[in-house]
């Protein structure tokens, strides 16, 4: 793993792995080597991508950012690395809620029914 000079994302991969192995969830696994990568590679993406690749109510992941272009029409929660200010505007005139990845690891430590979108 290169040095990673943010230690927020640094922590975040560390206990995104611990809960790998707690919870046998390979989710969390597959996400922390996604944020190993360079910040150049990491994911970003619009809501019109997340509103075509979606159902309502659905647990989104999204290993990277959030932008706000396009339009949200059903409510999701999305948990990102960050959100743009027009993304969490949208996702909440949806109806939708905006989690970081650390809410999402408390709220649903197996990960179960969460859908990665990059």
Same mark, same amino acid.
């Given at each position: 793993? +290169?040095?990673?000079?943010?230690?927020q994302?640094?922590?975040?991969?560390?206990?995104? !792995?611990? !809960?790998?192995?707690q919870?046998k969830?390979?989710?969390? #696994?597959?996400?922390?080597? #996604?944020?190993?990568?360079? &910040?150049?590679?990491?994911?970003?993406?619009?809501?019109?991508? @997340?509103?075509? /690749?979606?159902?309502?109510? +659905?647990?989104? $992941?999204?290993?990277? !950012?959030?932008? *706000?272009? *396009?339009?949200?029409? /059903?409510?999701?929660? @999305?948990?990102?690395?960050?959100?743009?200010?027009?993304?969490?505007?949208?996702? *909440?005139?949806? *109806?939708? +809620?905006c $989690?970081?990845?650390?809410?999402?690891?408390? !709220?649903?430590?197996?990960? &179960?029914?969460?859908? @990665? @979108? +990059?």
């Amino acid at each position: 793993m +290169e040095s990673k000079t943010n230690p927020q994302i640094t922590k975040l991969i560390k206990t995104l !792995k611990e !809960k790998s192995y707690q919870e046998k969830a390979a989710i969390w #696994k597959k996400l922390a080597q #996604k944020l190993e990568k360079s &910040t150049r590679s990491r994911a970003e993406v619009n809501l019109s991508q @997340i509103n075509r /690749h979606t159902q309502p109510d +659905e647990l989104v $992941l999204v290993p990277g !950012k959030v932008l *706000g272009s *396009g339009v949200l029409d /059903h409510k999701v929660k @999305i948990a990102a690395l960050n959100f743009s200010k027009s993304a969490e505007e949208k996702i *909440g005139n949806a *109806g939708g +809620e905006c $989690l970081d990845i650390n809410q999402l690891l408390v !709220k649903n430590p197996t990960g &179960t029914g969460v859908r @990665i @979108i +990059e």
